[in-house]
Each structure stands twice: as C-alpha cells, then as structure tokens.
C-alpha cells in the first residue's frame, strides 16, 4: 500500500518561498511509468494541478505557475519537494501530493493515490 505524506509550514508571508515535501512510502519514487503530483486547492475553489516529477526525473509545471514552481526529489529519500516562489496570498490553499500512473502501451492513465493534504496560508 503506497503512502503520501505532506509536511512543511503552515505559514509563509508574501515574497517568501513555500517549500513543502511529500514522502512516499510503500513504493520508490523511481517506479516506472508514475508521476509524482502537486495539487492544491485554494478556499472556495476547485483542484488546480501545480507540477509534476517522473520517474524518470522529467518535469511538468502549469503554464501559470511554471515561473515561479520547482519540483525535485530525493531518491535517496524517496521524497518530492514543492518550491513556489514569491508566493501571495493567492497561494493559499490545501496542497496535495499525489501519485499518477501514465501508460501508453497499456492504455491506462490517472490518478491512483493521495496524501491528506496540507494547509498553506500566506499572510503577513
């Protein structure tokens, strides 16, 4: 059974940057044909993709947040961390790791696990 846990601070101020991590468990970072998700979910709205690392260590960010968000890992850890630079208080919000399975040849694609999420406010 494959886990996601999310940690990092609760608060940041605007202009900061917001780093959070997601440890796996139950399953290497470096398993074929899964992507390793951030998700978030501001206050009032819907889930809004910010990034994703392979597992073969290429990246995908949102068109509207790729200036400012840097996905890595730690295989040695087997964990994924967020950075979101200058962040404001748009950036408030559940953040979620998640873990995609993407397969051309089996022609199978989505979501298969999650972590519980965890809140980021920005405010000073």
């Known amino acids: 059974q494959v886990q996601l846990q999310e940690s990092g601070p609760g608060l940041v101020k605007p202009s900061q940057t917001l780093s959070l991590t997601c440890t796996v468990s139950g399953d290497s970072i470096t398993t074929d044909a899964y992507y390793w998700s951030w998700i978030r979910q501001p206050p009032g709205k819907g889930l809004e993709w910010v990034g994703s690392i392979g597992y073969d260590d290429s990246t995908f960010y949102s068109p509207s947040l790729k200036s400012s968000t840097s996905i890595s890992r730690d295989t040695s850890k087997n964990h994924i961390t967020l950075q979101l630079s200058s962040v404001t208080p748009e950036d408030t919000a559940v953040y979620y790791c998640?873990?995609?399975?993407?397969?051309?040849?089996?022609?199978?694609?989505?979501?298969?696990?999650w972590g519980q999420g965890t809140q980021v406010t920005v405010s000073s």
């Open positions: 998640a873990r995609y399975y993407y397969s051309a040849y089996y022609g199978r694609r989505g979501y298969e696990d």
